[in-house]
C-alpha cells in the first residue's frame, strides 16, 4: 500500500493528535522522515480536492480536523457538544503558567492579585496544566505546566508559537 | 475616554464616570489598570490621590457584593494605595534625591499584570479559532449499556441465599374474560334511564359499577355526547372534583 495511505487511514483513525513516530509504528518499513513527507502530500491533496477536512500540527502531532468554513454546519448538530471556552481567570492563570512555567501558586496569585486555587484545580481537571515538580525551599510548594492538551485547546504547535512580549500591543506611555 | 481632570479634583465628580461593575474585574491590579488606562493616565506617573480615591469609590460596598475573600483582594490594594498615597506626601530629604518612587513596585506589578492580560486576551482569540476546526469523537458517547441486559455472575450458593429470601411468588392472578363490547348508544340509555330518577347524577357512578376502562370512556362519550345535544349539561366545581352530569331543559319536553 502507499505510504500516504497509511499515513492517512492512521489519522483518519485517530481522535488525538498523532506523533510522526507514532504514525510510523503503522508499518515496519516506515520512517518518522517519511510520514512527514506522506503528510505533506495528503495535505497537498485535500487542498486540491478541496475537502472538508485538513491536517493540522497540534503540538507534536498531527490531526484531521475540519476546516473552520464548516463550523457553522456542525454546530447545527446537537450530538457535537461546544467546545467550552475557558473564562478571563483561568485565560490569565494559563498564560502565566505558560510562560513561567515551572511556577507555584503563590507566583501566580502574585502576579494577578487574586487566589487562583480555585481555578488551578479547574485546570488541572481539564487537563490544561500539571504538576511538573516541586520547588526547593520552605512547604516545597507544587510547580504547575501547561499540557499537551493545552497546546491542543489553543491549537499550538509549541509554546514557542506563543507571542512574544515585544509583538504584544502594550504601550509603554512614558516612552512615547 | 478622557477625563481631563485635575489631580486633587472633587471625588465626587468623579464618582459618576466610575461607577464600575466589579464582578467584572478579575481581581484590584484588573480594576486599577482599567481606571489608569480609560483615563489615559502616564502609567509611570500615578496621581496617586485621585486614583485612590476612585479606587476606593469604585469598591463602595465591595463586602456586600463579593465574597469575603474577593473583597479582601480589592480591600487589600485600596490599603496599599492609601500607603503609597502617604508616603508620596512625606517630605523627601535632599540627600536621598535618587531614593526610589514609593510608586514603582505597584507600576510594576500592573504592567506585569497588564502583560499577561494581553496574553490572555491572546490566548482567547486563538481558542476561539481552534474551536471552528473540529475532530473525531466530538459526537456524543453512547449511553452505557444497561445493567440488566449484562450476563449474571455469581456462584450456586449465592443464587440459592437469594432465591431462599425472595418471598413466595404472589398467587396466579384471576382469568379475566373479556369484556362485552359496548357502544355510546348503549350508555346514552343508561343516562337517560338514571337521569328520569334523579335531576343529577354524579359521572362516577357509572365508573363504580363497571369498573373498566371502556365502560368508563364510553359512558363519558356518551355524557359528552348528550350534552353535544343539548341533552345534559355537565358541571364540575373544581379541577378533579366531582363530575356532575345534570338533566337538560329539553329533557322535560321528551
Redesign the interface.
Known amino acids: 500500500m502507499k505510504t500516504t495511505r497509511i499515513v492517512e487511514a492512521v489519522l483518519f483513525a485517530s481522535e488525538t493528535p498523532l506523533a510522526p513516530a507514532e504514525i510510523a509504528r503503522a508499518s515496519s518499513d516506515l520512517t518518522p522522515a517519511q510520514v512527514e513527507e506522506a503528510i505533506g502530500e495528503l495535505c497537498r491533496e485535500y487542498e486540491r480536492e478541496e475537502r472538508a477536512f485538513q491536517i493540522y500540527p497540534l503540538g507534536d502531532g498531527y490531526q484531521i480536523l475540519t476546516r473552520p468554513e464548516c463550523a457553522t454546519y456542525l454546530e447545527r448538530f446537537d450530538s457535537i457538544t461546544r467546545t467550552q471556552r475557558l473564562s478571563r481567570a483561568a485565560l490569565e492563570t494559563l498564560a502565566i503558567v505558560a510562560y513561567r512555567q515551572p511556577v507555584s501558586r503563590m507566583e501566580i496569585e502574585d502576579l494577578r492579585g487574586v487566589n487562583v486555587a480555585g481555578v488551578l484545580r479547574n485546570l488541572q481537571e481539564r487537563g490544561l496544566i500539571e504538576v511538573v515538580d516541586r520547588a526547593e525551599g520552605l512547604g516545597r510548594p507544587l510547580l504547575y505546566g501547561t499540557t499537551r492538551r493545552f497546546l491542543d485547546h489553543f491549537g499550538l504547535r509549541s509554546l514557542e508559537d506563543l507571542p512574544q512580549p515585544e509583538e504584544l500591543q502594550i504601550t509603554l506611555r512614558a516612552e512615547r | 475616554m478622557r477625563l481631563p481632570t485635575p489631580v486633587g479634583s472633587r471625588v465626587a465628580e468623579s464618582d459618576d464616570h466610575f461607577v464600575v461593575d466589579i464582578e467584572r474585574f478579575?481581581?484590584?491590579?484588573?480594576l486599577l489598570l482599567h481606571l489608569i488606562r480609560s483615563q489615559d493616565i502616564?502609567?509611570?506617573?500615578i496621581p496617586i490621590a485621585e486614583i485612590t480615591a476612585q479606587f476606593i469609590a469604585a469598591i463602595e460596598g465591595v463586602e456586600r457584593r463579593l465574597t469575603l475573600?474577593?473583597a479582601g483582594?480589592f480591600l487589600e490594594?485600596a490599603a496599599t494605595l492609601v500607603r503609597i498615597k502617604a508616603q508620596m506626601l512625606l517630605p523627601r530629604r535632599e540627600d536621598l534625591l535618587d531614593e526610589e518612587d514609593p510608586r514603582s513596585e505597584l507600576v510594576r506589578?500592573l504592567?506585569?499584570?497588564?502583560?499577561?492580560?494581553?496574553?490572555?486576551?491572546?490566548?482567547?482569540d486563538?481558542?476561539?479559532?481552534?474551536?471552528?476546526?473540529?475532530?473525531?469523537?466530538?459526537?456524543?458517547p453512547r449511553a452505557l449499556p444497561d445493567r440488566s441486559e449484562q450476563p449474571l455472575e455469581l456462584t450456586m450458593d449465592q443464587f440459592l441465599e437469594v432465591a431462599l429470601w425472595l418471598p413466595a411468588p404472589p398467587a396466579k392472578r384471576p382469568h379475566r374474560a373479556p369484556v362485552q363490547p359496548i357502544t355510546v348508544e348503549e350508555k346514552i340509555e343508561l343516562w337517560f334511564k338514571a337521569l328520569k330518577q334523579k335531576a343529577r347524577v354524579p359521572f362516577g357512578v357509572f365508573m363504580r359499577r363497571w369498573k373498566t376502562r371502556v365502560h368508563a370512556v364510553m359512558s363519558f362519550l356518551a355524557c359528552l355526547e348528550l350534552a353535544k345535544r343539548g341533552l345534559v349539561r355537565l358541571r364540575q366545581d373544581r379541577h378533579f372534583g366531582t363530575l356532575w352530569v345534570y338533566r337538560g331543559e329539553d329533557d322535560k319536553d321528551r
Do not use: C, N, T, W
Open positions: 478579575q481581581g484590584p491590579l484588573d502616564d502609567i509611570f506617573d475573600e474577593r483582594e490594594m506589578r504592567l506585569e499584570y497588564e502583560l499577561f492580560r494581553e496574553v490572555a486576551y491572546l490566548l482567547s486563538a481558542e476561539a479559532e481552534r474551536a471552528l476546526h473540529r475532530g473525531k469523537g466530538y459526537v456524543e
